[in-house]
């Protein structure tokens, strides 16, 4: 029987699961307390899925059969890992404002603290040293992602001055085509399953560029062409594209991996940010 937190499992597997298999998952990640008491029959009637299809969903994640996996849920579900709490969960219209702020609050915090378990300092080394050895950085993502990555291009940008922040989908493509063996894109994608992410990747890879990907599936199709993937926490249901939360999961793995390569030649750094904070200084009144 697998350890760990169950619904962690569920998340990293999620894109490798059917689309039937996936039904189940999604009603789990939603209803977490509910379920570990649900049996086989009352778990496929939920989810709208045959019970073979449950058992099929229960072995794919390394257990033996329904009960394994529901003594696994109980014991991610109310083993102390997440608080069991009212003030815990999504945002309902019956919540006071106390409450809601709460639990968004409870909500962000998890993501960080989430992302900080996920954390590979294997990955943040191997993602610093590319870094450090680039001629370029590009940075990229859609939607959503990529504000994310405009902002790790901004952050980068007030230490060193070769990374820059690639928008629009097309030019994310004419720039791969132009890339060199050193030169590097970093792709913010919650799900690493988009398929510009997919395209754009191998581009790069054609090229011999380096590719770091940040993403909440390590075993996705985007992720299959990274050569350095990092993980960010959260969770987000079908209907949270875009989640604040999610953000702040990337946002800290933003600032780990910055801190990383300053600390390699922090004197540098320091001088460099000093240069960068006196120019600005004519900005402020």
Avoid: W
């Amino acid at each position: 029987m697998p350890y760990g937190d169950v619904f962690t499992r569920i998340n990293r597997e999620y894109y490798q699961l059917t689309s039937a298999e996936k039904k189940i998952a999604d009603y789990m990640l939603l209803q977490r307390q509910e379920c570990q008491y649900m049996s086989i029959s009352e778990m496929a009637e939920v989810a709208e899925v045959a019970e073979a299809t449950v058992s099929r969903f229960c072995r794919r994640l390394g257990y033996k059969g329904y009960s394994a996996f529901k003594l696994a849920v109980a014991g991610s579900a109310g083993g102390g890992q997440r608080p069991i709490s009212p003030l815990y969960g999504e945002v309902q219209q019956e919540d006071s404002l106390g409450d809601m702020c709460q639990k968004i609050y409870a909500a962000d915090v998890d993501a960080v603290t989430q992302t900080m378990a996920l954390l590979n300092p294997a990955a943040i080394t191997a993602a610093a040293d590319i870094l450090l050895a680039a001629d370029r950085v590009l940075c990229m993502g859609l939607g959503g992602s990529m504000i994310i990555a405009q902002e790790a291009a901004h952050l980068f940008a007030t230490a060193r001055p070769n990374f820059f922040a690639v928008e629009d989908s097309h030019f994310q493509a004419i720039r791969c085509a132009l890339l060199t063996p050193r030169d590097v894109v970093i792709y913010f994608s919650y799900s690493g399953s988009t398929k510009d992410l997919v395209d754009v990747m191998k581009i790069a890879q054609d090229r011999g560029a380096k590719t770091i990907l940040i993403t909440r599936f390590p075993k996705s199709p985007g992720a299959a062409c990274a050569d350095v993937v990092l993980e960010c926490g959260a969770r987000e249901g079908p209907l949270q594209m875009g989640s604040i939360a999610a953000r702040m999961g990337q946002l800290y793995l933003i600032d780990v991996l910055f801190s990383e390569v300053c600390r390699r030649d922090m004197d540098t750094f320091r001088e460099r940010r000093k240069q960068v904070a006196d120019a600005l200084a004519d900005k402020h009144m």
